[in-house]
Nanobody, 115 residues
């Protein structure tokens, strides 16, 4: 079993920053892509950012130039640095890891952007 534990969510004012972390542990074999999705109330789960095993990144248009994804392969950890946060970034953020036996999801961490 692979477990993902997210941290770093919380309440922040518009224009502020947060850094999310997601650590993978357990029976991990050949991690490929890692990334983040988010789900706002009443909406579906949307891709935010993805990073490949080689370090290539892709972003949703709504977060490009404000968010940055990175990974530490030695620690099986993926990060999401979120800057210039907006109220519309409010959502539950879920990390994922693609490995030999499929995709695993984290439990989600709440990010609320409000004054």
């Amino acid at each position: 079993q692979v477990q993902l534990v997210e941290s770093g969510g919380g309440l922040v004012q518009p224009g502020g920053s947060l850094r999310l972390s997601c650590v993978a542990s357990g029976r991990i074999f050949s991690i490929d892509a890692m990334g983040w999705y988010r789900q706002a109330p009443g909406s579906g789960r949307d891709s935010v950012a993805v990073i490949s095993s080689g370090g290539s990144t892709s972003y949703a248009d709504s977060v490009r130039d404000r968010f940055a994804i990175s990974r530490d392969n030695a620690k099986n950890t993926v990060y999401l640095q979120m800057n210039s946060l907006k109220p519309e970034d409010t959502a539950v953020y879920y990390c994922f890891v693609d490995h030999l036996f499929g995709r695993r999801w984290g439990q989600g961490t709440q990010v609320t952007v409000s004054s």
